[in-house]
């Protein structure tokens, strides 16, 4: 085995650091001076993303740039995510273990453990996965696991993930991993397709950071808020866990810093928009069935009454509410936002102010028609109400106004694809994910 190797930030991941201090900005930049939910105006249908706080219209890249942006940036945080932790000063990656032969000889993986300050924070077990057969740097998709990186492959010197973890899990038993759980997810994450494709994964499971539980806190007792409505909740967190990992990928020479693609499924999906709106070294994001929360509005009935998927129809099932959400996952989402369980429409954003926080970086939306609890037709319409920004920033535009077929993806800076079935994720999504990203960075 490799000796222990320790790597640190570089001057590309100092820069990267900037970008990230300015967005997720210390506990220092809670707002201040807004109004309380009950005192926001009422609009029953997407705000103007392109309308200031004030009044004034933005009119310019720079005015989106130096004022909009940052005022929904500061708006998501106090009203529904939390306030992010600050920016760790320094992150370590200590590579435990390399396997120059996994796969059958077609990759090298690494299990890298992350450390940062304070001493108390958790660490993140990040394993590495970099195709062997290439000459330059690859491109790496990043993504969080539901129950460790034991699960997605077959290999029994990955070791087991520590933590605690829901007991829904496969081979977890008494809220820990065993044995019994080592591949269980092997089907649905198809590593040898990505590394064929010449792509590189990096991931990590989601409770390194925060578990998923309302009584197992782990970020939100490390960087406890003033005021505890600031408290950030697991979306955020898991959001800021997958910027520690950008840290340490933008300093591994077998990865190229200028492409890194983060994705998740449905509440992972939620975390991976929020990390690609905050922080801009994420090149592409790929939010896949992410739902109220993340890709779909917090209005959720935007689209009824268009005929969008048969969500007008009694015998389908509604979209998922702001109420939904807050009552099943009360941990996932900061305290303030369950004051808009039955008035979404007070919001002074919706989930297209967030998506728009990623131009002029690529988006796909990705789901399967039959899911229409996480509103497949009410994410069309964000797609669409996203648009004026990426015009604004040259990024092209959105001009589809109805549902495409099956099976067609919509392969713009914002795109869109549907499928048919349901909430799952099958070999052919991976397949759709790596086609739009070479379509926008290169094929490796």
């Known amino acids: 085995m ?10 590309v991941a100092c820069l990267g650091a900037l970008l990230v201090a300015a967005a997720f900005p210390s506990r220092a930049w809670a707002a201040e001076g807004l109004p309380g939910p009950a005192d926001l105006p009422s609009q029953s249908s997407l705000p103007d993303l392109l309308i200031l706080l004030d009044g004034r ?37 200590k590579v435990v273990r390399v396997d120059a032969a996994a796969l059958g000889g077609k990759a090298t993986l690494s ?12 660490p993140i077990y990040l394993m590495l996965v970099v195709p062997n057969q290439r000459t330059t740097p690859a491109p790496v998709v990043l993504a969080l696991n539901y129950f460790g990186n034991h699960t ?6 990955v070791r087991l993930n520590p933590n605690w973890m829901p007991e829904r899990g496969e081979g977890v038993v008494a809220n820990r991993a065993t044995e019994a759980s080592r591949g269980t997810w092997t089907k ?11 792509y590189a994964l990096a991931t ?7 578990p998923d539980s309302p009584e197992q806190p782990g970020l939100r007792k490390v960087f406890p808020q003033r005021d505890p409505d600031d408290d950030c909740g697991s979306i955020a967190a898991w959001a800021w866990g997958l910027g520690r990992a950008v840290d340490y990928l933008v300093t591994a020479p077998a990865v190229d810093p200028r492409r890194i693609v983060v994705t998740g499924h449905s509440r992972l999906g939620k975390a991976a928009l929020l990390a690609a709106a905050f922080d801009e070294r994420i090149a592409l994001a790929i939010p896949h069935q992410a739902g109220c929360g993340g890709s779909a509005p917090s209005r959720a009935r935007i689209a009824i009454g268009k005929g969008y998927n048969h969500l007008d129809t009694p015998q389908t099932k509604p979209p998922e509410t ?19 369980n039955t ?22 939306f990705t789901n399967g028609r039959a899911d229409t609890w996480i509103n497949p037709a009410g994410q069309f319409e964000v797609m669409r109400a996203a648009a004026p920004v990426y015009r604004l920033m040259g990024a092209g535009d959105f001009t589809m106004e109805e549902l495409p077929a099956d099976g067609r993806l919509m392969e713009g800076a914002l795109g869109y694809y549907l499928r048919p079935g349901g909430h799952s994720l099958l070999r052919e999504d991976w397949k759709v994910f790596l086609d739009f990203a070479d379509r926008h960075l290169g094929r490796p």
């Open 111 to 122: 299990d890298v453990t992350l450390t940062f300050g304070p001493a108390n924070t958790p």
């Open 188 to 198: 649905l994450w198809p590593i040898e397709d990505l590394v064929a494709r010449g």
């Open 322 to 340: 702001v109420a939904n959400i807050n009552d099943s996952f009360p941990h996932w989402f900061n305290a303030r936002f369950k004051a808009f």
């Open 343 to 364: 008035q979404p429409e007070r919001l002074p954003f919706d989930q297209h102010c967030l998506l728009a926080l990623c131009a002029p970086r690529p988006v796909l």
């Open 2 to 11: 490799r000796p222990l190797a320790v790597r640190r930030l570089g001057p």
């Open 57 to 93: 219209r933005v009119t310019s890249r720079e005015m989106w740039v130096k004022e909009r942006r940052p005022e929904l940036l500061r708006l998501f945080q106090h009203y529904m995510y939390g306030q992010l932790p600050p920016q760790p000063a320094a992150v370590t990656g």
């Open 204 to 210: 990590f499971y989601n409770g390194d950071v925060e």
């Open 152 to 157: 997605l492959v077959d290999d029994r010197s």
